[in-house]
């Protein structure tokens, strides 16, 4: 039977990322009253879903970087012999049972996912782009919600948009009294949940002597540089590289 299962075997080799993106959200913030157009219960919700992912899922991503509702994750060794198939599904209901019980078990959640080949140094592009797509989604989110709060039909808002360049949607804010950039950092540039090599003290009992080990934690970073300056070049280098 195996032999008419379709692109069951289907493998990739790593570098990987597995991105996740949450299915009807919108309709998700509807049902639960969420405060738009960001949410911070939402948004520790996506950060103890990665926490998670990263932490005790068994698929061992080494980060996973997430905003609005989509969650990346970069993998440089890959479970289950790098079987497309199921590294996406497992990742996707994973994230989804564990986004679920993150926001209470009262609502029904499902993510989609795909698999994007990658190398070390095109990882730091695609964080840098996922980055961007972050600003755009978070400048795009305000005016919509600016407009819809006026008056607007949210399908009209949306048209009277597309198109607009950043600093148009900057200006429309500005004449509003708002200034997208005093926004938190994490709706403007997103969160990183990541392994870091952290020192502990300790006592040797043996040797009757205060020791320093290294200890692996799982950390989530939502006050991130922005990954095409200088500076987060560095920060993005130092955790691949890590990774």
Not at 26 to 50: I, Q
Not at 198 to 214: H, L, M
Request: charge should be negative.
């Amino acid at each position: 039977m195996e032999n008419r299962e379709i692109f069951a075997n289907i493998t990739t080799i790593p570098p990987v990322f597995v991105r996740l993106d949450g299915r009807a959200f919108h309709r998700l913030a509807d049902c639960l009253g969420l405060e738009k157009p960001f949410d911070e219960f939402f948004h520790k919700g996506m950060v103890t879903t990665c926490t998670a992912l990263v932490a005790e899922s068994g698929l061992n991503p080494d980060l996973a970087y997430t905003f609005s509702d989509e969650i990346s994750l970069y993998f440089t060794k890959l479970p289950f012999s790098g079987r497309v198939e199921k590294i996406d599904s497992v990742a996707a209901s994973y994230a989804a049972s564990s986004f679920t019980l993150a926001l209470g078990g009262t609502t029904l959640i499902s993510f989609d996912a795909r698999v994007i080949p990658a190398t070390p140094a095109w990882a730091v592009e695609y964080l840098a782009n996922r980055q961007s797509e972050a600003w755009r989604n978070h400048i795009n989110a305000y005016c919509q919600q600016a407009l819809i709060e006026e008056g607007m039909d949210p399908r009209k808002a949306a048209e009277k948009l597309k198109g607009l360049q950043s600093k148009d949607l900057h200006e429309m804010m500005h004449v509003r009294g708002f200034n997208l950039a005093e926004t938190p950092s994490w709706q403007r540039r997103g969160t990183l949940v990541y392994k870091k090599l952290t020192e502990k003290e300790g006592f040797n009992p043996i040797t009757k002597e205060t020791v320093i080990a290294e200890r692996s934690a799982v950390v989530a970073e939502s006050d991130l540089p922005l990954f095409t300056s200088p500076e987060g070049k560095a920060f993005l280098a130092k955790v691949l590289g890590g990774a």
